[in-house]
């Protein structure tokens, strides 16, 4: 039982390990390994007592300041000439020394499941893994989670690219390192920030979301779902009591509502948002199969550019490259062309780029396996737009249909060496005022492609490729694949 005396000492004793200076503290991603951004100012970033003086020192250059009253403080380093290793030294009423820090380029790798697909289920992986020896080039993973609030930090650490490190990292992610590791000469880093199964609602801001009257469904939806979560719940609850494991049957699959990886902003609130402090060159991404169904398709225009425009905000450093994979070939529910049509839609935007794949996948796999060509492609963008390499970075892309002679015209743009990859040139199809479409013979001509059939002797429009899984094949001279598209006529 307490005295008054023994009460006063211990209420004494918590109000002085209250003014005891606390330790400094840092985020995952200012950790060991790690790699910051070259040519701009770089944030420095974390936690101590309020008031505390904290001091950071890195390749000369020192900068101080103190902690806020919340603890957080934040210092900016002037910026940097890529290169490394270097120690980088955080002293507060502790010290910390930030081991083996090397200055590059950073990009982040963001989507779903063919972002997350890993090198070690790649074509020819145990190959590639054996001779990923890069130590220029550094790889973070962030722990996948939820978050109802944006948060302040993730869950991963740096690693130095070797054959441990990449076998279960991004394929994607890391053969676009490697090749912009190569092509540059600098050091690269992949922060791999990516869900299997999620849609760009969740990868979007809730601000974002809540002010876009384009994306009002979104959480209208959500509403919804939220609204019979309770019942679907206990049916889940009656389902998995009842389930047995060796019945041969997959385990009953958690319904959506609180905490569930589709949720608005839940995976920009945890795994994006943490991110934003940390100066980064652009981003890759590989997402949209979750989007592609008939109630998502047409308006993933409108969510993929709010989602992109939403991330250069929250960065606040201008419209940083962003690079993305159109989908791939592959047998589905017939919406995966108006998908494709909105994530062409999306390079109306500043700084962004596609990487076509409609050559590259798999008719009986979501999943297609060769990732080496797709982070090509992806740093070929880059080279182009982040790098200002004077290099074709595209396959054709559609530019304008002209009509004469009982034939159309498709210009293209793009479109130096146009031809067919093998053979005949097949994928066009034409139709007239009825709207019916018949294959189409096509013949290059310079930038265009001339378009003609027996069956539609007046024709008015042209679709290319327009289908789940379509047998296409016209490239240009360096056998980049041309973009899916329709013109003539347009509608949902």
């Known amino acids: 039982m307490f005295t008054p005396r023994s009460l006063r000492a211990l209420l004494l004793a918590t109000a002085l390990a209250g003014l005891l200076p606390a330790e400094v503290k840092l985020p995952a991603l200012i950790s060991d390994h790690m790699l910051l951004q070259q040519g701009v100012p770089v944030r420095i970033w974390g936690t101590a007592a309020p008031g505390e003086a904290v001091k950071v ?4 250059q020192q900068a ?36 083996d820090v090397l200055v590059g380029e950073v990009w982040v790798g963001s989507g779903q499941s063919n972002m997350a697909f890993s090198v070690g289920r790649s074509d020819n ?70 869900w299997g199964g999620t849609p760009a609602q969740a990868w979007t801001s809730r601000p974002t979301l809540e002010t876009n009257p384009s994306l009002r469904y979104v959480l209208d939806n959500w509403q919804r779902v939220m609204e019979s979560y309770p019942e679907a719940r206990a049916k889940y609850e009656k389902q998995v009591a009842e389930w047995k494991p060796d019945s041969g049957t997959a385990k009953p699959a958690l319904p959506m509502g609180p905490g569930h990886s589709h949720s608005p902003a839940g995976l920009f ?6 991110l934003t402090n940390y100066a980064i060159r652009g981003a890759i991404w590989y997402q949209g199969e979750n989007d592609g169904y008939e109630a998502r398709a047409w308006n993933y225009r409108h969510l993929f550019r709010a989602m ?110 146009l031809k067919a990859r093998d053979g005949a040139i097949t994928g066009f199809e034409i139709a007239g005022e009825d709207g019916v479409y018949h294959p189409a013979e096509a013949q290059v001509d310079g930038a265009s492609v001339v378009l003609t059939s027996a069956a539609v002797p007046q024709p008015v429009s042209v679709r290319y ?7 296409c094949n016209l490239v240009n001279g360096d056998g980049l694949p041309a973009s899916p598209f329709r013109a003539g006529e347009r509608s949902r």
């Open 57 to 60: 020192s890195f390749r000369g």
């Open 64 to 99: 101080a300041t103190k902690g806020g009253a919340e603890g957080k403080w934040a210092i900016w380093l002037q910026p940097l000439k890529p290169g490394g290793p270097n120690d980088l030294t955080i002293a507060g009423s502790n010290t910390i020394a930030v081991r």
């Open 125 to 194: 992986a145990a190959e590639e893994i054996a001779g990923a020896n890069y130590p220029s080039i550094r790889l973070f993973k962030v722990k996948t989670t939820v978050g109802e609030q944006p948060m302040d930090d993730v869950t991963g650490a740096w690693s130095v690219c070797n054959p441990d490190s990449v076998k279960d990292f991004s394929a994607v992610g890391y053969f676009f390192a490697r090749n912009v590791h190569k092509t540059q000469g600098i050091p690269v880093a992949l922060i791999q920030s990516a």
């Open 269 to 274: 609130n945890a795994m994006i948002a943490p």
């Open 308 to 417: 992109i425009e939403d991330w250069r905000r929250a960065w606040g450093v201008g419209d940083f490259p962003f690079l993305y994979v159109q989908l791939a070939n592959f047998k589905t529910n017939g919406w995966w062309p108006i998908l494709r049509e909105s994530q062409t839609d999306t390079l109306a935007l500043r700084n962004t780029g596609m990487a076509m794949a409609i050559d590259i996948g798999n008719s009986r796999d979501i999943h297609p396996t060769n990732k080496q060509e797709v982070g090509r492609r992806l740093a070929l963008a880059a080279r182009h737009i982040a790098y200002s390499e004077a290099i074709e970075y595209s396959g054709p892309m559609f530019r304008q249909l002209s009509v004469h002679n009982g034939a159309l015209r498709a210009w293209f743009d793009h479109a130096s060496g």
């Open 465 to 471: 490729g327009w289908a789940d899984d379509p047998a």
